[in-house]
């Protein structure tokens, strides 16, 4: 797939960036890292109150990014458990099956 220059705008910031992402992929993504970004600034004004200071752009990508990543890295951690326990509960039914099956009667 080619890459495609976009002008992107996040949070109020104009960014250019290079993807190979189609339209609807981009604006899901964009979507994505607004509601990262919102969540963030939320949890911020729970624990400091309404006087807070306001922080650069790039720190508030960058910390924003690492929100995603830990979520990412939450999601992959409880799919590779949920995906051990049904390996595990498939190896369990199937020792409960008999190995001989018995020779099929005629009708």
Known sequence: MTH???RLEIAGQAL???TELSESEL???VALVEQ???AME???KLLYGDAKK???HGVRFIL???NLAYQLIRQEKE???HRTDLEQKLLTLLEDVPGDTPPSLPL
């Open 36 to 38: 990262s970004l919102l």
């Open 79 to 81: 799919a590779l458990k």
């Open 16 to 18: 250019e960036c290079q």
């Open 42 to 44: 939320s949890r911020a």
């Open 54 to 56: 306001e922080a650069d």
């Open 64 to 66: 924003g990014t690492l």
């Open 4 to 6: 495609r220059n976009v």
């Open 27 to 29: 604006q899901e993504a």
